[in-house]
């Protein structure tokens, strides 16, 4: 079945050093999004890819979508103490426009101060 | 705008009992859907909504049951609660275009024993 994995599942950190978690699809996608966890939180909506090999950029993170429309990727740079939580991606589920979408397992990031 | 709201937030039931959790949203979405959040799984697709009286299936719909009676509210039912069910829930809602964030719920942490 159609699969998302994110690499690595976890990375501790020293304040200040960057940080990169890469998503990869088993299948082409029309768009990827990425979403934020605080520990004891509930997932909140960073950005959306929609085009190939598309850069965005948000402050210190920076977002890409690969040119095959596969994979993508997270680089925090400079990381801080507020950058520690779970960073998701997603895919469409299927092919309909339902809005349903599979989530990688996540990357789970420690800032050590 | 309190945006996605579930209740209860925290229950622990005992192995076959029964219970319903509440999401509503004062979004005025179409969309709806439940997650479950296992550790090292990421979050997955449990049933969904694209309208008042509709539902189906996601990824993992068994031993769940779904109602959307009404447009702002998705019920979800355990009929007989199994351990393999101890996780938490997250309700969330989008709008009906063709890509959009998913807006989450705080989430419920559902303990069965």
């Known amino acids: 079945g159609q699969q998302v994995m994110q690499i690595p599942q976890y990375q501790h950190v020293q304040e200040g050093e960057d940080f990169t978690t890469y998503c990869n699809s088993s299948?082409?996608?029309?768009?990827i999004q990425w979403y934020k966890q605080r520990p004891g939180g509930h997932p909140v909506f960073l950005i959306q890819?929609?085009?190939?090999?598309e850069v965005k950029k948000q402050k210190r993170l920076t977002f890409q979508f690969g040119e095959a429309k596969k994979n993508s990727s997270l680089h925090i740079t400079a990381t801080q103490t507020t950058d520690v939580g779970t960073y998701f991606c997603a895919g469409p589920l299927g092919s309909s426009n339902t809005g349903k979408l599979i989530f990688g397992q996540g990357t789970t990031l420690q800032v050590k101060p | 705008n309190a945006g996605v709201t579930q209740t209860p937030k925290f229950r622990v039931l005992k192995t076959g009992q029964s219970m319903t959790l509440l999401c509503a949203q004062d979004m005025n979405h179409e969309y709806m859907y439940w997650y479950r959040q296992d550790p090292g799984m990421g979050l997955r697709l449990i049933h969904y909504s694209v309208g008042e009286g509709t539902t189906a299936k996601g990824e993992v719909p068994d031993g769940y049951n779904v109602s959307r009676l009404k447009k702002q509210n998705f019920l979800l039912g355990l009929e007989s609660a199994a351990p393999s069910q101890t996780s938490v829930y997250f309700c969330?809602?989008?709008?009906?275009?063709?890509?959009?964030?998913?807006?989450f719920g705080e989430g419920s942490r559902l303990t069965v024993l």
């Open positions: 969330a809602s989008r709008w009906t275009g063709l890509t959009g964030e998913l807006f």
């Open positions: 890819l929609v085009k190939s090999g």
């Open positions: 299948t082409t996608l029309s768009n």
